[in-house]
């Protein structure tokens, strides 16, 4: 069964920076696309990034400039380095991955959902 693991969410400053991994396993591919997106209390969920089976990746406007999506084949992980947080960023963020290779800005192409990790930006 495929499983999809978050972590390194947490409590920071604005200006701040933070790294979350997405651990996956039972993936049909190790060349899957995947992608994090996020939602707000109230709000809709949000795309954030996503990264092709070869690596490249595209970033939502909201985002762009401040946060880098990369990913280890080898290991099955994905990571998002968040840098030059602002408190708009405060949500739970989400690891996603589909049965392609082609990633994709909307939530519902994708086939497998992590539980979400908790961030919070202090202003």
């Known amino acids: 069964q495929v499983q999809l693991v978050e972590s390194g969410g947490g409590l920071v400053q604005g200006g701040g920076s933070l790294r979350l991994s997405c651990a996956a396993s039972?993936?049909?591919?190790?060349?899957?696309?995947m992608a994090w997106f996020r939602q707000a209390p109230g709000k809709e969920r949000e795309f954030v990034a996503f990264?092709?089976?070869?690596?490249?990746?595209f970033s939502g406007d909201s985002v762009k400039g401040r946060f880098t999506v990369s990913r280890d084949n080898a290991k099955n992980t994905m990571s998002l380095q968040m840098d030059s947080l602002k408190p708009e960023d405060t949500a739970v963020y989400y690891c996603a991955a589909r049965t392609g290779f082609w990633g994709s800005r909307n939530s519902r192409d994708y086939n497998y959902w992590g539980q979400g990790t908790q961030v919070t930006i202090s202003s």
């Open positions: 990264i092709n089976g070869n690596g490249i990746t």
């Open positions: 039972g993936l049909p591919s190790s060349i899957s696309a």
